[in-house]
T-cell receptor
């Protein structure tokens, strides 16, 4: 069974640009969450989508946004990139029932220069 | 956000059992206890989760205290491949079936040959 697929794996962007990251969840998983991981802050929750609706949002500025499509695939967008946005961005999918765990992708490594 | 407390690091020898502790004194009655682990350059990997009763799977066992204020992840026979950062997380009920994972710093497990 295919896992959670994130594309691209690596990305280098310039400060001020915007970026879009993609996540394809495991087939049948309707919940998709996004996390940011940095050495200083660790893993931080960005937002969660279920049936194309954002259900939960973490404490990140409005420059960070996302969406989910009808096939459960999700995209995350960061506008006006800052140097501090350099991080590993992880996507996780779940069946969305509270009794089930999350499956994480390998992440997209974003470097802002 | 409900918090968990874990030791920063632990060390074990190969083939020996490992008991990774976690305190979660502010846990609410509907929060599940999840454990994930993360190897270098990879996304977190689901290990196990539970609500009230002890749980076993092919990877590990989860022992939950009767008052649910603490839990212990048990690796029955540590291998070198078990060396990772282990996260104890509460899946907080943020309304209905919505929940999110709040990661702490985790425990870095070193396994000695």
């Amino acid at each position: 069974k295919a896992g959670v697929t994130q594309t691209p794996r690596y990305l280098i962007k310039t400060r001020g640009q915007q970026v879009t990251l993609s996540c394809s969840p495991i087939s049948g998983h309707r919940s998709v969450s996004w996390y940011q991981q940095t050495p200083g802050q660790g893993l931080q929750f960005l937002f969660e989508y279920f049936s194309e609706t954002q259900r939960n949002k973490g404490n990140f500025p409005g420059r960070f946004s996302g969406r989910q499509f009808s096939n459960s695939r999700s995209e995350m967008n960061v506008s006006t990139l800052e140097l501090g946005d350099s991080a590993l961005y992880l996507c996780a999918s779940s069946r969305a029932d509270r009794g089930y765990g999350y499956t994480f992708g390998s992440g997209t490594r974003l470097t802002v220069v | 956000d409900a918090k968990t407390t874990q030791p920063n690091s632990m060390e074990s020898n190969e083939e020996e059992p490992v008991h990774l502790p976690c305190n979660h004194s502010t846990i609410s009655g509907t929060d599940y206890i999840h454990w994930y682990r993360q190897l270098p350059s990879q996304g977190p990997e689901y290990v196990i989760h539970g609500l009230t009763s002890n749980v076993n799977n092919r990877m590990a066992s989860l022992a939950i205290a009767e008052d649910r204020k603490s839990s212990t992840l048990i690796l029955h026979r540590a291998t070198l491949r078990d060396a990772a950062v282990y996260y104890c997380i509460l899946s907080e009920n943020s309304g209905g079936s919505n929940y999110k994972l709040t990661f702490g710093k985790g425990t870095l497990l070193t396994v000695n040959p």
